[in-house]
């Protein structure tokens, strides 16, 4: 069997089970999950930790892992040409937390989520705060408070009850 048909078999076996209202089906379809989760751990730990990163999704509206934030943030394109993020994620949350700031809200956002959305944000819009705040330029601002107006504005976005799953679906294709 191929790999393509292996894929459209299980699709059909996941969707036969989603749609079957049988605590049977759903034991026999966890119990294989658990085995497959198993052997994946052991075999390919990289790939183990993905598929946690994607399943630990679940517990937050906006969740995002560790590598996956990172490979966001490297994407990024500053109105000043620049790529990658503004702040490094360490120096963003100690600054979010010296300024009294929440790292984590759950279920809201976990710190990686708040971390890629501040970035994103400086990156689409730090000429538009720059100006909102009476200055020419993002450098004009230090850097400690223009790192506050995006995590506020950050938190705006992953508590917002219109979209409450805004950041896996804002970067589906960096996420695929």
Known sequence: MTSSEM?????RLHDKMASMDDEHAEKVFAGAQM?????????????????LGKMEAICWYNYLSD?????IAAK??????????????????????????????????????????????????????????????????PS?????????KAVEKLCDKDRKHFIREYFEDELT
């Open 7 to 11: 894929k459209e078999r299980y699709e």
């Open 35 to 51: 085995w497959a989760f198993g052997k994946i751990a052991e075999t390919s730990p990289t790939i183990a930790e993905m598929w």
């Open 67 to 71: 590598a996956e934030a990172k490979m």
């Open 76 to 141: 990024l394109v500053n109105q000043d040409g620049s790529t990658g993020a503004k702040w490094s994620k360490e120096a963003f949350l100690q600054t979010v937390e010296k300024l009294d700031g929440e790292v984590e809200k759950e279920p809201y956002y976990n710190d990686n989520a708040l971390w890629v959305t501040a970035v994103m944000i400086y990156s689409d819009h730090a000429k538009s705060i720059a100006e909102d705040m009476g200055h020419a330029s993002p450098a004009d601002i």
């Open 144 to 152: 400690e408070k223009m790192a506050l107006s995006c995590y506020r």
